[in-house]
């Protein structure tokens, strides 16, 4: 089964840029789309936007002016940057597949990277 | 933006009781809809997608059903492991959206 491994840096300073990284071990890369959700502490999941493997985005709308979403296909790998966060950034990052013709979720997130934006 | 409203917002029903939360989009969504179940701490895990198909490895007591706007998890004999949060999440349009979550607290 794919698993998704995902890294990067947990502590920022506002204005700073958010860097992830998820990889995608034991599966295929093409035929889906590649997923960044998020949670802050103690509320509910909010969706950041996705990349197929030939580089397709699509972002949510209230984020879409600080988000790049990039793939690696040679690594079988993709990214998450999120420009000039502030604190209303402090969240848990999650990586989650889907597949691109049905649009169905499918399989286990990554395990999550705690994402603190302080001064 | 699509809207999803799940109810109640917390359940406390007893080990063997049959639970069900609600899910409802502000419009449509053609069965483009998943249940998650996050336990405290834990990464958030996929039960159910098109809204009655089972995730491999689920337990058969979840099932999923619905159509247009309105969506029911079903947990046929609660669990003392089913504790957790449930959120649904519809893929029918983007961006695409959770529902405020239901915790489910055993009695």
């Known amino acids: 089964q794919v698993q998704l491994q995902q890294w990067g840096a947990g502590l920022l300073k506002p204005s700073e840029t958010l860097s992830l990284t998820c990889a995608v071990y034991g599966g295929s890369f093409s035929g889906y789309y590649w997923n960044w959700i998020r949670q802050p502490p103690g509320k509910g999941l909010e969706w950041i936007g996705e990349?197929?493997?030939?580089?397709?985005?699509n972002y949510n709308p209230s984020l879409k002016s600080r988000v790049t979403i990039l793939v690696d296909r040679s690594k079988n790998q993709f990214s998450l940057k999120l420009s000039s966060v502030t604190a209303a950034d402090t969240a848990v990052y999650y990586c989650?597949?889907?597949?691109?013709?049905?649009?169905?979720?499918?399989?286990?997130w990554g395990q999550g990277t705690l994402v603190t934006v302080s001064s | 933006d699509i809207q999803m409203t799940q109810s109640p917002t917390s359940l406390s029903p007893s080990v063997g009781d049959r639970v069900t939360l609600t899910c409802r989009a502000s419009?449509?969504?053609?069965?483009?809809l998943a249940w998650y179940q996050q336990k405290p701490g834990k990464v958030p895990k996929l039960l159910v997608y098109?809204?009655?198909r089972l995730e491999t490895g689920v337990p058969s007591r979840f099932s999923g059903s619905g159509s247009g706007t309105d969506y029911t998890l079903t947990i046929s004999s609660l669990q003392p492991e089913d504790s957790a949060t449930y959120y649904c999440?519809?893929?029918?349009?983007?961006?695409?959206?959770f529902g405020g979550g239901t915790k489910v607290e055993i009695k």
């Open positions: 419009q449509g969504i053609s069965k483009s």
């Open positions: 989650a597949k889907v597949e691109a013709q049905t649009r169905n979720p499918h399989g286990p």
């Open positions: 098109a809204a009655s």
């Open positions: 999440q519809q893929y029918y349009s983007i961006p695409l959206t």
């Open positions: 990349i197929n493997h030939s580089g397709g985005t």
